[in-house]
């Protein structure tokens, strides 16, 4: 069985943060889904849970750090291509997001970037698939 990966995230307002994902196309599983959080799809091994504040504050000691102020993580997801990558930052942008860093094209590697309403970083990325595999190929170019 692959290994899956479950991002938990804090969200201020749950109803908002599914809106806003649903209108990205992502889909939620209704089984572990309740109003303190919902596990949101992103494929068949990867999962965001998005945790009201106060429920995620329970699997932590520390506080909680506010997405809009500081940094403690980006998410990067892979996207099949260039195109894929602007409309689902496009999306994202329509649906309330807003653009933390301008798209970077590297030739073999092209990335964009948005911040969700509670202020944290998705990165998409497409990769060259001539390149994958090959890092001194890559390396060379940077």
């Known amino acids: 069985m692959a290994t899956k990966i479950f991002v938990n995230l804090p969200v201020k307002d749950l109803n908002k943060s599914m809106d806003f994902f649903s209108k990205l196309g992502y889909s939620f599983n209704p089984q572990f889904t309740n109003e ?3 596990c949101m799809v992103i494929s068949e ?3 965001a ?3 009201t504040e106060p429920f995620f504050q329970t699997f932590t000691k520390k506080s909680v750090c506010d997405a809009t102020k500081a940094t403690e993580a980006i998410i990067c997801l892979s996207a099949d291509s260039k195109d894929e990558v602007d409309n689902l930052v496009q999306k994202a942008i329509a649906a309330g ?3 933390y860093a ?3 094209d590297h030739g073999f590697m092209y990335q964009h970037s948005f911040a969700d309403p509670d202020g944290h970083q998705w990165e998409l990325a497409w ?3 001539s390149f994958v595999g090959q890092p001194e190929t890559a ?3 940077n």
Request: overall charge negative; charged content about 15%.
């Open 36 to 38: 303190q959080g919902v």
């Open 45 to 47: 091994d990867i999962f």
């Open 49 to 51: 849970m998005l945790l």
């Open 97 to 99: 997001g807003s653009i």
């Open 102 to 104: 301008e798209p970077q």
């Open 127 to 129: 990769m060259d698939p």
């Open 139 to 141: 390396s060379a170019t």
